[in-house]
């Protein structure tokens, strides 16, 4: 399998499970799909007018999870988790059924997405992948929350920070390298919230699915899950999970540097709204093997690219 060709998945691959939001159980199958098609939903719930493309200027919801819609009000939520595991995994194109409004939310990481799909396996074409490379310097500020991207040379650079009152939590940094490091501990980072939050969120309509097995619900300097963390950076890891899944609403992986301080939903769509608005801001690029130095496909960055 060449790793700069586009790719798809093997077989059909099942989930089933909860809506985290809406408490709806819900299936989901992504498909394989032909070179160039991208990722795109389809409701199969719905007979006509049922086909999503999570792109960013089709967000339409960021309030605790990322919400795509067609022109015609049809509705798909919490897609970032299976964004990032599909992003993570060099996944181009696929097809994905589901037959309510929200992904399921598993158990609030991407981990049983990134096993099943690599179980059942990736498949490539003989077509380029396509890749987005940053060229100038782009910032997006609200308050005391900012994002910026920046060009890289050949990789994508994610330095995140959260900052929480509540003491277990506190401050947090990570800096990955998405195409070089090993990502099991973003993957399997779980969404988390404050006990205290959690009545409000439920007054809003939100997290009917949620509970202790699919989030991490800290109470002042307590983790209520029995089983604590998976890693001790789980929390900024998760967003960082978060916001792998979505940049990839900007239909291709890219070449950039990234920094996030106190970011979730809203920066990274507002920040990808203001790059692609003016094209002097970024190229894609059509990646071939031939056309790549030597020293380039000797690291395995490519593998991860594509």
């Given at each position: 399998m060449s790793y700069l060709n586009?790719?798809?998945?093997?077989?059909?691959?099942?989930?089933?499970?909860?809506?985290?939001?809406?408490?709806?159980?819900?299936?989901?199958?992504?498909?394989?799909?032909?070179?160039?098609?991208?990722?795109?939903?389809?409701?199969?719930?719905?007979?006509?007018?049922?086909?999503?493309?999570?792109?960013?200027?089709?967000?339409?919801?960021?309030?605790?999870?990322?919400?795509?819609?067609?022109?015609?009000?049809?509705?798909?939520?919490?897609?970032?988790?299976?964004?990032?595991?599909?992003?993570?995994?060099?996944?181009?194109?696929?097809?994905?059924?589901?037959?309510?409004?929200?992904?399921?939310?598993?158990?609030?990481?991407?981990?049983?997405?990134?096993?099943?799909?690599?179980?059942?396996?990736?498949?490539?074409?003989?077509?380029?992948?396509?890749?987005?490379?940053?060229?100038?310097?782009?910032?997006?500020?609200?308050?005391?929350?900012?994002?910026?991207?920046?060009?890289?040379?050949?990789?994508?650079?994610?330095?995140?920070?959260?900052?929480?009152?509540?003491?277990?939590?506190?401050?947090?940094?990570?800096?990955?390298?998405?195409?070089e490091d090993d990502l099991t501990n973003i993957y399997n980072s779980r969404t988390f919230c404050l006990f205290d939050d959690i009545e409000k969120i439920k007054k809003n309509g939100l997290a009917k699915g949620g509970s202790l097995e699919n989030a991490i619900v800290v109470k002042d300097s307590e983790i209520l899950n029995k089983e604590g963390l998976r890693n001790e950076k789980e929390f900024v890891n998760h967003k960082i999970l978060d916001c792998i899944g979505d940049l990839y609403t900007c239909g291709y992986r890219m070449l950039a540097n990234i920094t996030c301080s106190q970011g979730g939903h809203y920066l990274t769509n507002q920040l990808l709204r203001k790059v692609f608005n003016n094209k002097d801001n970024f190229t894609v690029l059509e990646i071939k093997e031939k056309s790549l130095p030597h020293t380039y496909i000797q690291k395995n960055i490519l593998k991860s690219i594509a």
């Open positions: 586009q790719k798809t998945v093997k077989n059909p691959i099942k989930f089933e499970g909860v809506g985290l939001h809406s408490g709806k159980e819900v299936n989901i199958c992504i498909k394989p799909s032909q070179p160039n098609t991208g990722i795109f939903f389809k409701r199969v719930d719905i007979k006509s007018n049922n086909i999503i493309y999570p792109s960013f200027a089709n967000v339409t919801n960021t309030s605790l999870n990322t919400t795509i819609s067609n022109e015609f009000g049809i509705k798909v939520s919490t897609i970032e988790h299976l964004m990032a595991a599909l992003f993570g995994l060099g996944v181009d194109n696929a097809l994905i059924e589901i037959d309510s409004e929200e992904v399921p939310i598993l158990d609030g990481s991407a981990k049983e997405f990134v096993k099943k799909i690599t179980e059942i396996g990736i498949v490539s074409s003989e077509i380029p992948i396509k890749i987005i490379k940053i060229k100038k310097r782009v910032e997006f500020i609200d308050g005391n929350k900012s994002m910026i991207i920046e060009p890289a040379k050949l990789n994508l650079n994610i330095d995140f920070e959260i900052k929480f009152e509540n003491s277990l939590i506190g401050n947090q940094r990570n800096k990955i390298k998405v195409y």
